[in-house]
């Protein structure tokens, strides 16, 4: 009897090995759609980089004016700071405190209605969809140029991302205090403030630094287009050339941005 | 006193959580309700005031009708009914005293809830509760911070400030060690026989259900298998219950 | 029934004393002046606010007259063509900025994060990632874009993608930061090289997670696209700019409107993309980390 191989590669007990399994085609389909996307995207807004090099000299000589800030020019419009910080504090005040009214209506949790949680719902994602500039060039045609163009714009800005985020946190609340309430027949004013607010204050005090912070970013955009503040002494030395002047007070916006930021965080720390 | 007559509660997704229920029970009694879970026990309890909505009978809770209240007088009703849960269900990010003026926000006006402005009697009312439960020492702290038998005996001063006439408690034990369970078993034992509170209490420990009910009811598929006093329900009438034969599971003091 | 008289034996206790409420009183206090004091300096002139009442009502009428038109009737149904047309472009610009900064914020990611990167390479990309997350999108339009690009969408698209680097580079470098390290530690036994580890154990663990939040960004940037266009990037913006400088009503009803529905519907097409890759995953965007997507 001869002996043969152990590992017998025709013998009955070898496994047929698994075939590599297709990728889905649902996600091929994916990828191929968004590189069409992508193409047909560049090719529509003609991208290039190209101007990065045959441009570049062009760019130089305001690029080295941007080099050399004005300094001075920061002090010089310093109401237009003071402006620019007032007005996003009041925007942020009153924008926050009625996105929790709305934000309350926008979840299931808080809100008994059906048809006026579904009609929040819709009014929100309406005003979202808005980008705040948007709201700028509205108040503006409605009040005139100025801060109060600005402070309007920001509050309808405010209002939807509040209330997006609280309604969020909401939602993920705990049940239990909220069983409680309706148990002893509280009203939903009553349950709303005592057995969903607590649980929701931290994030809620977060969120309210938060939209602080972006509103000092949005002062840029919204001075630009007429809301008044910093942004629009930046639109007018933007289009007088003056980018000597443009650099001064965008490294001191900059400079500003940086430091409400590490302020917010350390408010944060304290309230979370 | 609770009337229960034929009540059935089916929930949406088509489970049947009370089956042609009849109950009577009288005020002032101290009930323990005994079954296995998904037997009905909490849906009974939920059902007296009205957290599920009955599917058909009659139910009321001194003499107003709970089946056909309307969202108002359901709340109204609620006021009257003190609850107690497992988890305990404070809130926990804020003070004792607030947990338990809760119990109180149904006559408390819109404007007050909403800041917080509690009158002196809301406050007096409050320390009065817990008081009563021995925990008054804690009024100002986080409730985040109490023990879970601190925070049992808060829930109870919470519903006590209601002045409720009946007090509903859902596994109040379930979530903590035997002797904390004694103590809480004996805290709502006490309320029920100094204030003459209507107390149904959802246990699944036969032995804690013998030593503490004035009434035993047992419940299986939704229905009342058993109504009688403590002392008649023995070891066989539990296994009738349960459906099967006792566990070590079954008593609290096998568990210690 | 709980009366005074018939309180427990147990009161013992004596009741402790309300905490006071000085320093709440206080924070109060302190942030109602500041109210009003940005209420006073902000300089607005608040008795325009009548203009709402006033002006709105008309303008509303002016824009609803403009909307219920036969859109297929001249001009009408230019202006629906233009607003959709300039529309899309601003999505086109969100959507090449979004990915430029995506690829870009791969490598950010990977050297911000701690258990990849050595500490110092970490603290100085972290340093520099924080830096552009404080630049507000316009100004690197304005200043680094137009001189050399020339107003237009490619400008707009490039200031998009280096803004998006910022955010985008932090949150892969969390997501990095949070990976299960069970597969590293696998991949490093069986002497797997440094390149691969990277991409086997650390990339493909984050993958679902740090395209959601690409989409998420894309979302966020098809509106900032809309404010590039005020300063020239075109897109839907400079169109908006146009119309409100000649206060044509009828049409910038008609473009709120393209502009509200194409947001929407982009906004649900890419949050149904986000939710079907991140339930697949097991991990979720949490409002914390919309949070972060947006600054």
């Not at chain 1, 979202?128 to 163009?149: C, E, H, K, Q, W």
């Not at chain 3, 258990?115 to 200043?143: D, H, K, W, Y």
């Not at chain 3, 696998?186 to 493909?204: D, E, N, Q, T, V």
């Not at chain 3, 959601?212 to 839907?236: H, K, P, T």
């Amino acid at each position: 009897m001869t002996v043969t191989s152990t590992t017998s590669p025709h013998g009955a007990s070898a496994p047929v090995r698994p075939k590599k399994p297709a990728p889905s085609p649902l996600l091929i389909g994916g990828l191929v759609l968004a590189a069409i996307f992508t193409w047909w995207a560049a090719r529509e807004i003609e991208f290039t980089l190209g101007d990065l090099f045959t441009n570049f000299a062009n760019g130089w000589v305001v690029i080295q004016q941007f080099l050399e800030p004005n300094w001075s020019f920061i002090w010089r419009v310093w109401d237009a700071w003071v402006e620019t910080i007032s007005i996003s504090i009041v925007a942020t005040c009153v924008g926050v405190l009625a996105g929790l009214v709305f934000a309350f209506m926008a979840s299931r949790v808080t809100n008994r209605s059906g048809w006026l949680y579904r009609a929040t719902k819709i009014f929100l994602s309406i005003v979202r969809s808005l980008p705040d500039i948007a709201y700028v060039l509205i108040f503006v045609a409605l009040v005139g140029v100025g801060a109060l163009a600005g402070i309007l714009a920001l509050i309808i800005f405010n209002i939807g991302i509040a209330a997006k985020l609280t309604a969020e946190t909401i939602d993920a609340v705990e049940a239990g205090p909220i069983e409680a309430a309706d148990a002893a027949g509280a009203s939903t004013v009553g349950r709303s403030r005592w057995a969903v607010m607590p649980q929701i204050l931290p994030n809620y005090l977060s969120y309210c630094l938060y939209i602080f912070e972006l509103n000092i970013r949005s002062s840029v955009v919204i001075g630009i287009a007429g809301g008044g503040g910093i942004g629009q002494v930046l639109g007018v030395q933007f289009a007088r050339f003056q980018y000597e002047n443009v650099a001064a007070i965008t490294v001191a916006l900059f400079v500003v941005v940086l430091l409400i930021d590490q302020l917010s965080q350390f408010l944060r720390r304290r309230v979370v | 006193m609770i009337e229960l007559k034929n009540v059935t509660v089916r929930y949406p997704n088509g489970v049947v959580g009370l089956d042609g229920v009849d109950l009577e029970i009288p005020d002032g009694q101290f009930v323990v309700v005994v079954g296995l879970s998904g037997a009905g026990k909490s849906t009974l309890i939920r059902t007296i005031n009205g957290l599920v909505p009955v599917t058909s009978g009659t139910l009321t809770v001194d003499g107003m009708d709970v089946s056909g209240a309307s969202k108002r007088e359901l709340r109204a009703i609620r006021s009257k009914i003190g609850m107690i849960f497992q988890s305990f269900n404070l809130v926990k990010r804020t003070s004792v005293m607030n947990n338990v003026i809760m119990g109180q926000l149904h006559h408390i006006p819109g404007w007050r809830a909403l800041l917080g402005a509690w009158t002196k009697e809301q406050k007096e009312k409050g320390y009065q509760a817990l008081e009563r439960v021995g925990i008054v020492e804690k009024t100002w702290t986080r409730a985040s911070e109490l023990s879970g038998g601190q925070q049992q005996r808060v829930a109870i001063a919470r519903a006590l400030a209601q002045d409720p006439s009946v007090m509903l408690a859902d596994e109040p034990v379930a979530s903590l060690d035997p002797p904390t369970a004694q103590m809480v078993m004996k805290d709502l034992q006490r309320i029920n026989r100094e204030l003459g509170i209507t107390t149904l209490v959802n246990l699944h420990f036969l032995d804690l259900a013998r030593a503490y009910g004035d009434r035993v009811i047992g419940m299986r598929d939704g229905k009342v298998v058993f109504d009688g006093t403590g002392a008649e329900a023995d070891d066989a009438v539990f296994e009738k219950i349960y459906g099967r034969s006792l566990t070590a599971d079954d008593t609290l003091s096998s568990n210690a | 029934m709980t009366s005074p008289a018939t309180a427990s034996a147990r009161s013992t206790t004596p009741r402790p004393p309300e905490p006071s409420k000085t320093k709440e009183t206080l924070v109060w206090i302190g942030l109602l002046v500041l109210f009003g004091g940005a209420v006073v300096l902000s300089n607005a002139r608040w008795s325009e606010i009548s203009g709402i009442f006033t002006d709105g009502w008309r303008y509303l009428q002016l824009m609803a007259e403009g909307l219920f038109q036969n859109p297929f009737s001249e001009p009408y149904s230019e202006y629906w063509t233009l607003a959709f047309d300039r529309m899309l472009e601003s999505v086109y610009m969100a959507w090449v900025g979004t990915l430029l900064g995506a690829v870009l914020s791969i490598p950010m990611g990977f050297l911000a994060a701690r258990n990849v990167s050595g500490p110092v390479t970490v603290q100085v990309t972290r340093i520099v990632l924080n830096a552009i997350r404080a630049v507000p999108e316009l100004v690197f339009a304005i200043i680094l874009m137009l001189p050399i690009f020339g107003f237009g969408p490619v400008a707009g698209a490039i200031a998009l993608g280096v803004g998006a680097i910022g955010t985008l580079g932090k949150l892969t470098a969390e997501a990095l930061e949070g990976i299960d390290p069970g597969p590293v530690e696998a991949a490093k036994a069986s002497g797997a090289g440094r390149f691969s580890i990277l991409r086997w154990a650390y990339w493909s663990q984050v993958l679902p997670e740090v395209i959601a939040f690409w989409l998420y960004r894309f979302e966020i940037n098809i509106r900032a696209s809309a404010v590039l266009g005020v300063i020239g990037a075109g897109g839907i913006g400079s169109l908006l700019g146009q119309l409100f400088s000649r206060r044509e009503w009828e049409q910038i009803g008609i473009t709120l409107v393209v502009i509200i529905v194409v947001t929407i519907l982009v906004d649900s097409i890419s949050g149904g993309i986000r939710h079907h890759i991140i339930s697949g995953s097991g991990q979720k965007v949490t409002t914390e980390e919309k949070v972060e997507a947006t600054l």
